[in-house]
């Protein structure tokens, strides 16, 4: 029967129907759909790893092991797997193995923006490329048979539009397909001496999968009525050219992105007057169709630069679009906030008000750097905060003793901040670290992690004391705080600061949105004794705002965190 599916949801639908048995992620928008998804499926292990490198190599582990696997990531977190990448691509599975990666193109919740497909033809890996929630379902299954054919890990590269739309799939049965493991050091060992005999191997593989795609159905030439211009596109631009132009020019589709084809490529641009390339993002296809020598139009046309919209590609065609009814006047900026009660905001505002140079992370509290807080000076990559402050303590030979601190999330800091505190002990770095503890991985939509005590199922597991963990590596002062009490924080934020070694505060309270978290009533402002000096609005809690020169709170979102009291000096906040 058919069903509306998320493109996330439809590439779990993919696995589960591959028979795909074992699934380690971790949580990034726009992929975390897709393990959540696939963890509903009884017949499919699925779990959380701490970061995406370890959810790679447990994915290729299940693969020597003879069971279909699959590991799935944002676009920034294909750096972080990088390493195992390049050198699973030498060694091959033994079981299909998919890796998903999902592009968020436009920046919607994202440090940088990144094109995956470099990966593919850098590491010499195929990658497919749906466009849709139907193609989600079938590439993913597909990408099983190719890597099984072709003794190769398989990219399934999704992007922000296709990921969390909606479309219509078939679903169909799962199909179970079971191996075992041979040994085989010459192909598994990459020392040297073999790795220098498997890379022609995979040479010969980028050869017979560029014949493939020759004749795979996964690139498709549909026909036009006007041969004048043809276009060649992929994943979401195909859906932009297909609305805006419908089927009035022939269009090459590449739902195999790499390696692509020659000869179906020449003989396309052959067959029209003017080529015309419709990507988003880099001019991947682009730079391909000139190594054979085309003439084509690309991004001198479209930029490289954010994403592209079905009027973009209208009017770069010159082409007339309609776009439908419009809102009158103009909308209102909403820019990011922490939530009502979010207990980081409690923190920032005792960093702000101590004025030091913060090094922030990945993470809900990276909002920590909005106005009015504005207390965060570098945002880079998951863990970086750690490192950094490392280094820009080291480098200041003891100026910045006293003033710097790191910020970084219970989840991040499992992810890749513990390496950095090794460091930090290890050469001794007189800095402080801060790890917020919020008690899930909030900005992804509160997945599990180490810290917390329950795995992707929700069941109960080993939990990581943070706490013992940092004095483990080294770390001899360590203390939890609680962001709630401005006076606790900014006490101990004094103490850290003033030892001389390096020290961890834990600043500990759970998301104020959990389902378990309960809340005090909200507040409520004594008109009489508010006198409109607004510094209540000085934590930017998006539940207070001035009317008519008074303090007001809004009870809707109002949690009773008791904040803003502690910062009211004439008692005009109380509890209901």
Same mark, same amino acid.
């Given at each position: 029967?058919?069903?509306?599916?998320?493109? !996330?949801?439809?590439?779990?639908? /993919?696995?589960?129907?591959?028979?795909?048995?074992?699934?380690? #992620?971790?949580?990034? &928008?726009? #992929?975390t759909e897709i393990t959540e998804a696939v963890a509903k499926y009884p017949e499919v292990y699925a779990e959380w790893a701490p970061n995406e490198k370890v959810a790679m190599e447990a994915a290729f582990g299940a693969s020597l092991a003879g069971r279909r696997s699959f590991c799935g990531m944002k676009h920034v977190g294909l750096n972080v797997a990088a390493d195992p990448l390049f050198t699973i691509s030498y060694t091959g599975v !033994?079981?299909?193995?998919?890796?998903?990666?999902?592009?968020?193109? /436009?920046?919607? $919740?994202?440090? !940088?923006?990144?094109? #995956?497909r470099h990966y593919a033809r850098a590491a010499k890996i195929p990658m497919l490329e749906p466009s849709d929630s139907a193609e989600a379902l079938e590439f993913t299954k597909q990408a099983y048979e190719i890597s099984e054919q072709f003794d190769t890990p398989v990219l399934v590269k999704m992007c922000t539009r296709v990921s969390h739309s909606q479309s219509i799939v078939e679903p169909g049965e799962r199909v179970e397909k079971i191996g075992e493991y041979k040994k085989d050091i010459p192909k598994y060992v990459m020392m040297p001496g073999n790795a220098k *005999? *498997?890379?022609?191997?995979?040479?010969?593989? =980028?050869?017979?999968? &560029?014949?493939?795609?020759?004749? =795979?159905?996964? !690139? *498709?030439?549909?026909?036009?009525?006007?041969?004048?211009?043809?276009?060649? &596109?992929? #994943?979401?631009?195909?859906?932009?050219v297909k609305e805006v132009l419908g089927d009035q020019y022939p269009v090459l589709k590449l739902g195999m992105i790499w390696p692509m084809p020659e000869k179906k490529i020449r003989e396309f641009a052959a067959s029209v007057s003017l080529l015309v390339?419709?990507?988003?993002?880099?001019?991947f296809i682009e730079g391909h169709c000139r190594d054979l020598g085309l003439a084509c139009v690309g991004k001198a046309n479209f930029s490289n630069i954010g994403e592209l919209m079905p009027l973009t590609v209208a009017q770069q065609l010159s082409t007339p679009w309609a776009v439908g009814a419009k809102v009158d006047g103009e909308i209102p900026p909403r820019p990011p906030v922490m939530c009502a009660g979010c207990p980081h905001r409690g923190l920032f505002y005792t960093l702000k008000k101590n004025k030091l140079t913060v090094l922030g992370d990945i993470g809900c509290y990276t909002l920590g750097a909005v106005a009015p807080l504005a207390a965060v000076d570098t945002v880079i990559c998951m863990g970086a905060s750690v490192s950094g402050i490392h280094g820009f303590s080291k $480098?200041?030979?003891?100026?910045?003793?006293?003033? &710097?601190?790191?910020?970084?999330?219970?989840? =991040?800091?499992?992810? $890749?901040?513990i390496t950095g505190l090794v460091n930090m002990a290890y050469n001794e770095s007189n800095a402080t670290v801060i790890i917020v503890d919020n008690s899930i991985t909030g900005m992804t939509g509160h997945q599990q992690n180490p810290t917390t005590g329950f795995n992707l199922k929700g069941d109960p597991c080993a939990k990581i004391d943070l706490e013992s963990l940092c004095r483990a590596v080294g770390i001899r002062r360590v203390r939890v705080v609680d962001p709630y009490d401005l006076a606790q924080c900014d006490a101990a934020i004094k103490e850290e600061l003033a030892a001389n070694e390096p020290s961890v505060i834990i600043s500990r309270r759970p998301c104020a949105l959990l389902k378990y978290v309960k809340h005090k009533a909200p507040l409520t402002v004594d008109t009489d004794k508010c006198v409109g000096c607004k510094a209540c609005m000085q934590i930017g809690c998006p539940a207070i705002s001035i009317i008519d020169g008074k303090a007001k709170v809004d009870a809707t979102q109002c949690v009773g965190c008791g904040i803003c009291q502690q910062l009211c000096k004439l008692g005009a906040l109380k509890e209901v």
């Open positions: 029967m058919k069903q509306l599916m998320l493109g !996330n949801e439809a590439v779990a639908r /993919g696995l589960f129907e591959a028979g795909c048995s074992f699934v380690s #992620s971790y949580p990034g &928008t726009p #992929s !033994n079981a299909g193995m998919v890796i998903g990666v999902a592009d968020d193109a /436009g920046m919607h $919740s994202s440090q !940088n923006e990144q094109d #995956s *005999r *498997r890379h022609p191997v995979v040479e010969a593989r =980028t050869a017979a999968l &560029t014949a493939y795609a020759e004749e =795979t159905e996964l !690139n *498709r030439i549909e026909p036009g009525a006007d041969s004048k211009m043809g276009i060649i &596109t992929s #994943s979401t631009s195909y859906q932009y390339i419709v990507e988003e993002l880099d001019g $480098s200041q030979q003891g100026k910045a003793d006293g003033k &710097t601190v790191a910020v970084i999330g219970d989840s =991040t800091f499992m992810h $890749s901040g």
